[in-house]
């Protein structure tokens, strides 16, 4: 049964990392799209299957438990670079990114110093030996950089759901937060069995293996659910937002085309039918420009009639970039980008 839900797991990481493919070729989730692909590496070499499979094509020296925990560490960089990305209104700033690429890269130098300059007996990726006190140091460093990435993690979506209102993104964070606290189960959990056998230890008691087996089921379930339902509420925004800009563009384009017939030294805009305008991907940028130019010439020509209907127009297409710039200010920085900043 555990190996049923084990491949299961193992499926849907999979099949959510190449779903972001498309999104990946155009340019967008460049950071998600690797840090799916890292994890589900690391996630499928837990299973002895698939470690048995790659060590084998390896060679059969165990170079895929290096493997396995250079992706982990790969891991923590860049899942904590997409949280503080998703939940600071700043972004990732240089000084993170240089965190995260020094430090994953100072870990994995010292873990291939490790690996390299000792001839360890590695049965599986789990297995540590009587006295490999060197193996205990290296996969310690992989286990201690889990924990402080799962608790910056579990701080930094508690700080993001006390400024949320939407409720499905609450539970998305809670997702998160509890796969985090079974990540820091997991690692306590093979940090004392790792001690254990160091020290000469025999044998796991049945709980503490199903406790084990257990986290690493649901943790990367909690997680992936957790994180694609964040970046399903964005796409699901973005493409609300999108169809309304279309439609207003759709609208406005009339008002625009009559208000500047005679003024074309007013506007920047190109000449463009109105299908093949709204079937831009800029659609945005053309909508802010074309109120900025209604605007623009309703204020040096003054005596220009509007309808009612006209008037009402324009103050939803105000409201509307209103709207777009503030929840741009106000949320976090997830998968929808500012295209009426871009504009100005």
């Not at 084998?56 to 997409?82: K, N, R």
Request: hydrophobic residues 50%; aromatic residues 10%.
């Amino acid at each position: 049964m555990f190996t049923l839900v084990e491949y299961a797991v193992f499926s849907a990481l999979w099949g959510t990392t190449l779903l972001l493919v498309p999104s990946v070729l155009r340019g967008r989730r460049r950071l998600l799209f690797w840090f799916m692909l890292a994890f589900a590496i690391t996630m499928s070499l837990i299973s002895d299957g698939p470690y048995a499979l790659v060590d084998e094509l390896l060679g059969g020296v165990g170079i895929t438990y290096f493997i396995f925990h250079a992706t982990a560490i790969i891991c923590v960089a860049l899942f904590d670079s997409l949280i503080q990305t998703a939940v600071s209104k700043s972004g990732l700033t240089p000084t993170r990114k240089r965190i995260a690429l020094w430090g994953a890269t100072g870990l994995i130098i010292l873990q291939a110093c490790l690996f390299f300059a000792n001839n360890w007996d590695i049965d599986n990726v789990q297995f540590i030996g009587a006295g490999d006190w060197s193996q205990l140091v290296y996969s310690f460093t992989t286990w201690i950089a889990l924990i402080v990435l799962a608790i910056s993690t579990i701080v930094a979506c508690a700080t993001d759901f006390r400024r949320q209102s939407d409720t499905t993104l609450k539970i998305a964070l809670v997702m998160v937060s509890a796969g985090c606290v079974l990540v820091s189960l997991y690692v306590v959990i093979q940090m004392g069995v790792a001690i254990n056998r160091a020290t000469g230890g025999i044998g796991v008691s049945a709980t503490v293996n199903f406790l084990s087996v257990g986290c690493t089921l649901l943790a990367p379930v909690l997680l992936s659910v957790g994180l694609g339902l964040r970046l399903l509420i964005g796409a699901s925004r973005n493409l609300r937002d999108a169809a309304r800009s279309r439609r207003l563009l759709w609208k406005v384009t009339p008002l625009w085309e009559r208000l500047l017939a005679d003024r074309p030294e007013l506007s920047i805009e190109a000449p463009m039918s109105r299908i093949a305008l709204c079937l831009q991907g800029n659609h945005a940028v053309h909508l802010y420009r074309r109120y900025v130019e209604v605007r623009d010439c309703l204020l040096l020509y003054p005596v220009q009639s509007l309808s009612a209907r006209e008037a009402k127009l324009i103050q939803r297409i105000e409201e509307h970039i209103r709207q777009a710039s503030d929840a741009y200010r106000g949320t976090t920085n997830d998968s929808r980008t500012d295209e009426y900043q871009n504009a100005r």
